[in-house]
């Protein structure tokens, strides 16, 4: 079992940053794929970037390209999603979100994923 806690979310202004951190429980941290999706109004929950269990390997949604990094700490068993250049279309509850299958190739696919944290807010304002 794993439980997620992010933190991080908030108000910022377009063209603004933040940082969003997951910090997962549990043993097998490190085995895991990790990702960030986010669900706006009325939208479908989307992956914004995901990361496999050991860090070589990433994916980051078209839309999210050159504007965010994620990346993750085992020892730590933390994930983090720096995002720059923020515009109001980001605006969104953030989710992070865990695979215990141990994917090398981290996965984008919603249904991929096992444990849920419970979301935090981000609002960008123009």
């Known amino acids: 079992q794993v439980q997620l806690v992010e933190s991080g979310g908030g108000l910022v202004q377009a063209g603004g940053s933040l940082r969003l951190s997951c910090a997962a429980s549990g043993r097998t941290f490190s085995s895991y794929a990790m990702a960030w999706f986010r669900q706006a109004p009325g939208k479908e929950r989307e992956c914004v970037a995901a990361i496999g269990w050991s860090g070589d390997n990433t994916y980051y949604a078209d839309s999210m390209k050159g504007r965010v990094t994620i990346s993750r700490d085992n020892a730590k068993k933390t994930v983090s999603l720096q995002m720059n250049s923020l515009k109001p279309e980001d605006t969104a509850v953030y989710y992070c979100?865990?695979?215990?299958?141990?994917?090398?190739?981290?996965?984008?696919?919603?249904?991929?994923?096992?444990?849920w944290g419970q979301g935090t807010q981000v609002t960008v304002s123009s």
């Open positions: 979100a865990a695979d215990s299958r141990g994917r090398y190739y981290p996965s984008a696919i919603r249904e991929h994923y096992d444990y």
